[in-house]
């Protein structure tokens, strides 16, 4: 199973929005050249006219950022 990540670009016009995106990705190319245990991996990233995607592994459960939302992580919220 795969997840693609897409971005819209149109949302993307603020550089500062498409930094934060370049950066994403080399970040998610690091871990996954590194093997990193603990990330997901990026299999691929590619463009559209309207969107900028990054194809990574399934992984269920939500983003990171999602569940850093609901306040602190307690032991058996993180497992």
Not at 10 to 30: A, G, K, W, Y
Not at 37 to 42: A, E, K, R, S
């Amino acid at each position: 199973m795969f997840a693609i990540k897409a971005i819209n670009k149109r949302d993307t016009v603020d550089c500062e929005i498409v930094e934060r995106l370049m950066c994403e990705q080399r970040v998610m190319e690091m871990a996954t050249n590194a093997h990193h245990p603990f990330l997901i991996n990026m299999f691929a990233s590619f463009q559209t006219e309207l969107h900028a995607c990054f194809v990574m592994e399934y992984a269920a459960g939500g983003d990171l950022l999602t569940h850093s939302r609901g306040g602190p992580f307690t032991e058996p919220r993180a497992v």
